[in-house]
């Protein structure tokens, strides 16, 4: 089948090359010039595994172009696929201009029957503008879908390829069709598709990212009583995760979620839900626990040091015009900058939550991530110094703050740590460490939700 896939971020790359895999011919279309270049030359602007070889091998064999050339991409395709970011907007809305512009070209260049079906997740109803929209500008018959994606970045081409469902939603009976015919292959083991109306496909990708989303902040929030309490979050999450009515994914406790779906998915339905008169609680208190639950390591951090029987900044921290802060002369170490593991996307990251609070307080702070310095780099400049190496970056340092849990960093050499830092202090983030062994060692350890 020949496809347009517009949008070529993590979901348009990965479905494009997904698709193409399958034998499919894509057209992959994005208004970044800078994109599509290195795209052409055979870079890929984004950290994905397994997503550089499958593009190579599909452009290989002639299956998968790149191009600024929207028009010409949806002239060619039965289908055109909508995968544009939606961010929030100020109010919290998801911002759907680049949807519609997609859309009002999509108009503008139809001729016969196609499918436009949107990746992208929108907001409920947003199948109907974009309905409105294309006929606005075209006579020509089309059918609208919606068709949100569910992978997860780090696994995203696993995840496509392999889909635990494939939602379809449209009233187009036709499309429909289209949409099961191209998707059959990728769900030949079990019935995984899922036909359904526009809004209720709509709403199930808000509703999937909004449970998961809560599961985490009640976690989060169960880790701080936990901590009050002097019980051990660790143990309470895996007898919890143990019921198989529960399960024991997302019960993770952490710094708190980021990333460039829940955060903003949160603010979109709980804006659709304000509009619509109706008080949806549990996302709101999941989205108020994130927001405190990102500053914690930071307040961790300022409590050691404040804390009796740590040693008082070095002088010249305090000497005229150096830096102001309780922390000021303090080296602090972060381990991971993207918002999870396998990816290189810092999109709300908490690891940029704790670099705001460190530099306020008055810390120098030096990290290293494995896939997501450069992005670091791009928004702090020389404010905070990146290491190639693992522990370069933590070389000389009051204390080392895991906030993302990339392989390499869940068994590291903890006496090189330990030679190497100014003073023994570890705050794990992600509760990756033993805390009986690192005080064995001669550290102070903190995690999240453990005495
Ligand atoms: N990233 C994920 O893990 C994930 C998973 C499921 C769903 N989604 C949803 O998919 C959508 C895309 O997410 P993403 O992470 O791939 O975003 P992204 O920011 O990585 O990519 C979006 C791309 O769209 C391009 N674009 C913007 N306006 C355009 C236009 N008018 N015409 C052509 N291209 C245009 C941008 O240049 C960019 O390359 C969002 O709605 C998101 O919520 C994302």
């Not at 002369?329 to 810092?346: C, N, Q, V």
């Amino acid at each position: 089948m020949q496809l347009a896939v517009i949008g070529t971020g993590y979901v348009g790359l990965v479905a494009g090359a997904g698709f193409a895999e399958f034998g499919n011919d894509i057209a992959c279309v994005d208004v970044s010039e800078a994109k599509i270049e290195m795209l052409k030359r055979g870079q890929v602007p984004i950290y994905e595994p397994g997503l550089e070889e499958l593009i190579a091998k599909n452009v290989r064999d002639g299956r998968l172009q790149f191009s600024t050339d929207v028009g010409s991409a949806i002239r060619g395709a039965e289908v055109v696929f909508i995968a544009v970011g939606t961010p929030s907007a100020e109010d919290g809305s998801a911002d759907l201009s680049a949807v519609y512009a997609v859309a009002e070209t999509i108009g503008k260049t139809l001729e016969g029957y196609k499918v436009v079906a949107t990746k992208s997740t929108v907001p409920v109803g947003t199948a109907d503008r974009i309905r409105a929209i294309i006929s606005s500008q075209t006579e020509h018959p089309f059918g609208v879908a919606s068709n949100p994606e569910f992978l997860k970045e780090g696994d995203a081409v696993n995840d496509f390829m392999k889909p635990d469902r494939v939602i379809i939603g449209s009233d187009d009976a036709r499309a429909k069709e289209v949409l099961r015919h191209l998707y059959n292959p990728f769900v030949r083991t079990s019935d995984r598709i899922h036909l359904m109306d526009p809004r209720s496909a709509e709403l199930s990708k808000y509703a999937a990212n909004c449970m998961l989303a809560t599961r985490i902040s009640f976690m989060n929030d169960l880790a701080v009583l936990a901590e009050k309490l002097g019980a051990d979050i660790e143990l309470v999450r895996k007898a919890t995760g143990a019921d198989p009515r529960i399960g024991p994914k997302f019960l993770f406790p952490g710094p708190g979620f980021g990333g460039s779906c829940f955060p903003k998915d949160l603010s979109a339905l709980l804006y659709t839900a304000r509009e619509r008169g109706h008080e949806l609680s549990i996302v709101e208190a999941a989205q108020r626990i994130n927001a405190r639950q990102k500053h914690l390591l930071g307040e961790k951090i300022l409590a050691h040091f404040a804390g009796a029987g740590s040693a008082a900044p070095p002088v010249e921290a305090q000497a005229e015009g150096g830096t102001r802060g309780p922390l000021a002369g303090r080296t602090i170490a972060i381990w991971g900058l993207s918002f999870k593991p396998r990816t290189d996307d810092i999109r709300e990251s908490p690891a940029l939550t704790l670099i705001d609070d460190l530099l306020a307080a008055g810390a120098t702070v030096q990290a290293h991530d494995p896939q997501a310095m450069p992005g670091v780099r791009a928004i702090y400049g020389g404010r905070v110094m990146m290491s190639d190496g693992m522990y370069g970056a933590v070389e000389g340092a009051d204390a080392l703050v895991l906030v993302t849990e990339w392989h390499e960093y869940r068994r590291p050499d903890f006496k090189r740590l330990h030679r190497i830092m100014n003073t023994p202090a570890l705050f794990d983030g992600r509760n990756m460490w033993e805390p009986d062994e690192l005080r064995g060692l001669g550290f102070s350890y903190q995690s999240i939700g453990r005495p």
